[in-house]
């Protein structure tokens, strides 16, 4: 871990008339950590993400990145800071091909003032744009319209839009959500090994525990909106407060750890 | 910019089509080029609101900035004595499109009805102004002394009609120039999903700003124009809401495919009022209503879909 952590959260809070669904967090993530933040629905996870994107403003506590404040900050500042985020529904842009949806991405990325006043298909762009079309291989996809792909192409869209300003840190919101058992390794893989040359630091919500244990280094176990495990994922998945709160008894014990744990 | 302007197709389109028209108005009877004249004036507003709606915005109140524009033709003619047709259209432009700046703060955080209603509150208020200001002209308004060009009083309307094709045409390329650059592009964005062009780093009610005071300024050259050419100010036929309504019409009639599109409907809602009107003096709203409501049922995206239809069974881009 480097001196200065790439985020690190103190004491944050969050409620919501009188409910708290953030209590006193406080999580450190070091650059090119990959954290998997797992709990039960209405644990606190995406209002842990929201909050870290700007999304929503917390009650109380700070969010420093790279040892700067950033708590409260826009969305669109938290972009310009370098933290980025995907969504639970992916939002890209529904009625444009995959490659004018990274196309507007990217050239809203480089905006300048100037760059705002180009075309969006500038060679540079182009460029960009089937960089990162090969490595989420979409590139099959590019003409297709973002109505018509399926989910996990639809998930591998909204990431590579996550990624087009080169984030420090991305979070992602349950990347496989909505997508079929087949195909959910095989994205997850592309977006780990994406991100892993990006040098990003990750992290994503999951309650599928097969991934957590294929692909983190660290997990956060969230239960009514507090942490409860900060752990490796072979210690976490382990904890009998996890177990109890988070997987939910002895089977899902048993599925989780099947293979062994951490050999991502 | 130049590049856009040097391969756009739908540039040499508005190139071609609108310098035929601009000659072959000469040649056409007065009903026929007034016709045309007024509604490619009203054009130049549809563009406006047709770039709002491709935004997914739709505005019930643009009648204000086409009325601020009229007006501000009358009132530089009248307490400055100009008659120049590019400063009359500068006063129009620069007028209503500071009041697009100025309003567009509060407008940039609506959506949906809300930003429908109060721009058509915003334009009911100066409706209100108008009515009641007896040095503005009241119910009545006023006159508007004959537009020169550079110095230059024409004869007979045929030069304000060029003018009036040319400053479309300008306009038209303008806005499409504006369309294809990453800020234009950004329409589509933000209809499709707001949310991910904030997280993008993009200010949405920036962007949005920035459509709505050009909305406005294209509005207000609108108005300049058809005040030059009716040689009149009124708020009845410049302010109220029914003005607003009619630029609406125009626009679902039109479409949102191209930038030649609200030039299109403009010309075409004019001849069928014309004609409705000649065929039914007292239910010709009836044959306009039943033309919209059959554009909307058998041609949702307007009468520029019909037109790519028939052009790509000819297998003919446009």
Redesign the interface.
């Known amino acids: 871990m480097t001196e200065v952590p790439a985020l690190k959260v103190t004491d944050l809070c969050k409620s919501f008339s009188g409910i708290m669904a953030a209590n006193n967090l406080n999580v450190e993530a070091a650059d090119g950590e990959i954290i998997g933040i797992i709990g039960a629905n209405g644990a606190g996870k995406t209002v842990f993400v929201n909050m870290i994107?700007g999304y929503l403003k917390p009650t109380s506590g700070t969010i420093e990145f790279q040892g700067k404040d950033i708590t409260g900050i826009e969305?669109?500042?938290?972009?310009?800071v370098g933290v980025?985020?995907s969504?639970q529904v992916s939002?890209?842009?529904?009625?444009?091909t995959v490659e004018?949806n990274l196309?507007?991405?990217l050239?809203?990325?480089k905006?300048d003032g100037r760059?705002?006043?180009?075309?969006?298909r500038a060679p540079d762009l182009l460029i960009e744009c089937e960089r990162l079309m090969t490595l989420y291989k979409i590139v099959d996809h590019r003409n297709q319209v973002a109505s018509t792909l399926s989910q996990g192409v639809r998930k591998l869209l909204d990431i590579a839009?996550?990624v087009?300003?080169n984030p420090k840190i991305l979070l992602l919101d349950e990347p496989t959500s909505g997508v079929s058992v087949e195909e959910k390794f095989g994205i997850m893989d592309i977006v780990i090994q994406a991100l892993k040359e990006q040098g990003a630091t990750v992290l994503f919500v999951e309650h599928d525990m097969e991934i957590v244990e294929r692909y983190v280094d660290r997990v956060l176990a969230f239960y009514q909106g507090e942490i409860i495990c900060d752990a490796p994922p072979i210690e976490a998945l382990r904890d009998p407060k996890v177990i109890e709160y988070v997987i939910g008894g002895d089977h899902a014990l048993n599925t989780a750890l099947s293979g062994g744990a951490g050999h991502a | 910019?130049i590049?856009?302007l040097k391969k756009d197709k739908t540039v040499r389109w508005i190139i071609l089509g609108f310098l035929a028209l601009a000659i072959t108005g000469n040649f056409m009877e007065a009903w026929v080029q007034n016709n045309i004249m007024f509604g490619l004036a009203r054009g130049l507003a549809v563009l406006g609101l047709m770039v709002l709606w491709r935004t997914g915005l739709i505005s019930f109140g643009h009648a204000l900035y086409f009325g601020i524009g009229a007006y501000a033709v009358g009132l530089v003619d009248r307490n400055l004595g100009i008659s120049d047709i590019f400063l009359r259209l500068i006063f129009a432009v620069g007028a209503s499109a500071f009041v697009g700046f100025l309003l567009g703060f509060i407008l940039r955080k609506y959506r949906g009805i809300f930003f429908a209603m109060l721009n058509l509150a915003f334009s009911m208020v100066l409706y209100g102004i108008l009515v009641k200001v007896e040095s503005l002209g009241s119910t009545d308004g006023f006159s508007v002394s004959q537009t020169t060009i550079l110095g230059w009083a024409p004869e007979n309307k045929y030069a304000l009609f060029a003018a009036i094709v040319i400053a479309c045409a300008i306009g038209a390329v303008l806005v499409q120039c504006y369309l294809?650059?990453?800020?234009g592009?950004?329409t589509?964005?933000i209809?499709?999903?707001e949310?991910?062009?904030?997280?993008?780093?993009?200010?949405v009610a920036r962007a949005i700003h920035v459509k709505y005071v050009m909305s406005a300024g294209l509005a207000g050259a609108s108005g300049a124009l058809l005040a030059m050419a009716l040689g009149q100010v009124d708020p009845d036929s410049m302010v109220n809401w029914p003005v607003s309504g009619e630029l609406v019409f125009i626009t679902v009639m039109a479409g949102p495919g191209s930038v030649i599109a609200p030039f299109l409907g403009g010309v075409v809602f004019e001849f069928l009022r014309t004609y409705a009107f000649e065929l039914a003096p007292e239910a010709w709203q009836l044959i306009v209503g039943g033309t919209l409501l059959g554009i909307i049922f058998f041609l949702p995206m307007g009468l520029w879909s019909l037109l790519e239809r028939i052009w790509k069974r000819r297998g003919v881009s446009s």
């Open positions: 994107t969305p669109r500042n938290a972009t310009h980025c985020r969504f939002q890209v842009f529904m009625t444009m004018e196309l507007t991405a050239s809203i990325a905006q760059a705002m006043l180009q075309s969006p839009m996550a087009v300003s | 910019m590049e856009t294809k650059t990453a800020l592009s950004l589509t964005a209809r499709d999903n949310l991910r062009v904030e997280y993008l780093g993009f200010s």
